[in-house]
């Protein structure tokens, strides 16, 4: 049975079974690559999307439990998102492969609290880990996001 999902403000039918990871279904049903498999449980961030605008792991979340939520990915920033002008602007990626995650705990921080301070930038983005440790950029990045 087909499932629907809401991502980026389309429907898509989707053929994956309802215990399948959001994130497989976003890369390889929906071709939406964005999004990245780092640990597979929960724990790195690099999968991170919004459902209803709060950040979530994709690895770890199956499609059973997203319904009708609304999904948003890396992709709807289109490139020109204040938070990717400001990425660029400070340099922030190094290897990337986290930034997608980042951006999107960093997006939904700011849909919540625009004026986050350095303490509620740390904890929001907590749970994003960096290999490459941009930490410093990331929080220099979402501050000029903030203005
Ligand atoms: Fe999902 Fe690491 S890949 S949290």
């Known amino acids: 049975m087909a499932t629907t999902l809401d991502v980026n403000g389309k429907a898509y039918q989707v ?3 309802p215990e399948t990871p959001l994130l497989w279904v976003l890369r390889d049903e929906l071709g939406l690559t964005g ?3 780092g640990c597979g449980v929960g724990q790195c ?5 919004q459902m209803d605008g ?5 690895c770890s979340t199956p499609i059973s439990v997203v ?6 990915t890396v992709e709807s920033f289109g490139g020109n998102h204040p938070l990717q002008v400001a990425w660029v602007k400070h340099d ?3 290897c990337g492969y986290c930034q997608s995650g980042q951006l999107m705990s960093a997006a939904a921080l700011l849909a919540q609290n625009p004026k986050p301070s350095d303490d509620e930038i740390a904890a929001a983005m907590d749970g994003n880990i960096c290999r490459c440790g941009t930490y410093q950029r990331i929080r220099a990045a979402i501050k000029e996001a903030a203005g």
């Open 54 to 58: 709060q950040p979530i792991r994709s």
């Open 67 to 72: 319904g009708a939520a609304k999904i948003t």
């Open 92 to 94: 922030v990626p190094q």
């Open 15 to 17: 053929k994956a079974t």
């Open 45 to 49: 961030g690099a999968c991170t999307v």
């Open 35 to 37: 999004s990245k498999y």
